[in-house]
């Protein structure tokens, strides 16, 4: 005959109080939610303590793409998550997009007195980090640009002008702007370009997601703008070293690495302080595709020629 101990009941009794006690505890040690700054152009949530860290995301993307940027550096920076108008759920703004950005983040640091913060930008977010470093040198920090071009309208023809890129954009921003929000989410979730920019899987589907529910308007603003802006001559001025991140993985049925590669350092030749990681497999979204290559690469980059500018 099997006897049953009187000690189980009770045993059972005591870890399921001990259980509903430690609850609190675990919950007061839960990350606090981010603190949120907004006004019509951009909105920011801030994590952490530290070093000033600015993460500005690419065209489409709102402020979760940096969710693992966030992960990695909050523990040690004090990190400012943006998400522009048009983008991320945010509603759109009027006004020159790009001009706007730059003079809202510019508001930003000064009003937040931030002391000279790095500036991650992805793609768009990365003209606009080297925006900020012309327009206000003694106020930004060290760069990171990821998989940006100070003059994107120039990256297949050397001999492209603002003049020229203008032209050449014109079309593609009115054909934008002239759809139906309904039509142009359907455009995008059968774009091919999408698959050539992230791997296939979860982030994909993000991706997808991101550019189909961003504001048409918003995008065709960006893209033009970007597009059509040259900053070559103003990265001669920017003071403060840089990190770019560059990849080719997704154009290798058009390009070559060493193509791209040039096209980088043709671009930045320019700029006083800069040094290029080029990424061997990882697409346009580098952080999403390979984030332990990333971070390892913007670590380094922050403790050796960052650092040591920083201290001067």
Request: charged share 20%; glycine share 8%.
């Amino acid at each position: 005959m099997i006897r049953r101990s009187n000690t189980v009941v009770p045993s059972i009794v005591a870890l399921a109080a001990t259980a509903l006690l430690s609850l609190p505890a675990l919950a007061a040690k839960a990350p606090p939610a981010p603190r949120v700054v907004e006004n019509p152009v951009l909105r920011v949530e801030v994590t952490g303590k530290g070093r000033p860290m600015i993460f500005v995301p690419g065209l489409t993307c709102g402020g979760d793409v940096w969710r693992d940027a966030v992960a990695h550096y909050a523990p040690t920076a004090q990190c400012h998550v943006v998400t522009l108008g048009g983008f991320g759920g945010k509603a759109r703004f009027e006004g020159p997009f790009l001009d706007s950005v730059r003079d809202s983040l510019l508001a930003y640091v000064r009003v937040q007195k931030l002391d000279h913060p790095v500036i991650v930008g992805h793609s768009l977010g990365g003209v606009v980090a080297m925006e900020l470093a012309i327009a206000a040198p003694d106020a930004i920090g060290p760069l990171v640009i990821v998989d940006a071009l100070p003059f994107l309208g120039g990256a297949g023809d050397s001999t492209a002008t603002e003049e020229s890129a203008r032209k050449a954009m014109a079309p593609m921003r009115d054909m934008i702007r002239g759809q139906t929000q309904e039509a142009y989410a359907a455009f995008q979730k059968q774009a091919p370009w999408l698959k050539s920019m992230v791997a296939p899987g979860p982030n994909y589907d993000r991706v997808v997601q991101w550019a189909s529910t961003s504001d048409h308007a918003s995008v065709a603003d960006a893209m033009y703008d970007i597009g059509t802006r040259d900053l070559r001559p103003g990265v001669a001025g920017i003071r403060t070293p840089m990190l770019v991140i560059g990849t080719w993985y997704g154009m290798k049925d058009f390009s070559t690495r060493a193509a791209v590669e040039a096209t980088f350092r043709r671009q930045y030749a320019g700029a006083p302080h800069w040094t290029l990681a080029m990424a061997d497999t990882a697409r346009h979204f580098v952080m999403l595709d390979t984030p332990d290559w990333t971070w390892a690469r913007i670590d380094a980059f922050l403790a050796g020629d960052a650092a040591k500018t920083a201290a001067r």
